[in-house]
């Protein structure tokens, strides 16, 4: 298996980038979803396009992040040491 992009959070629930590879993949998927609005706006296209295009990048970066994640559950967690109270 390559080296994760993402792992578990220490605190929370969910996964975080653990290398470039994965803060890269968020700063596009941030940058991605900043441009879509103006983009579909100066296209003249229906507003609800932008909520289509929300829905798509935040599923492509999603499905991403959980295939080049660590494998870990996404699950709460209290601190480094796992332990739920």
Same mark, same amino acid.
């Not at 605190?11 to 803060?23: D, H, L, Q, T």
């Not at 900043?34 to 579909?40: F, M, N, Y």
């Given at each position: 298996m390559p080296k994760p992009w993402f792992g578990a959070k220490s605190? $929370?629930? $969910? +996964? @975080?980038?653990?290398? +470039?590879?994965?803060?890269l993949l968020t700063g596009a998927y941030v940058v991605a979803m /900043? !441009? &879509?609005?103006? #983009? &579909?706006v @100066? #296209?003249? !296209?229906? +507003?609800?396009? &932008?909520? /289509?295009?929300? @829905? /798509? #990048?935040? !599923?492509?970066f999603l499905i991403v992040a959980l #295939?080049?994640?660590d494998g870990a559950a996404w699950?709460?967690?209290w601190g480094n040491d796992g332990s739920e109270r």
């Open positions: 605190f $929370g629930v $969910g +996964i @975080g980038p653990r290398s +470039i590879e994965g803060w /900043v !441009a &879509v609005t103006p #983009l &579909v @100066g #296209l003249h !296209a229906p +507003i609800w396009w &932008v909520f /289509v295009s929300f @829905g /798509v #990048l935040t !599923a492509g #295939l080049m994640s699950r709460w967690r």
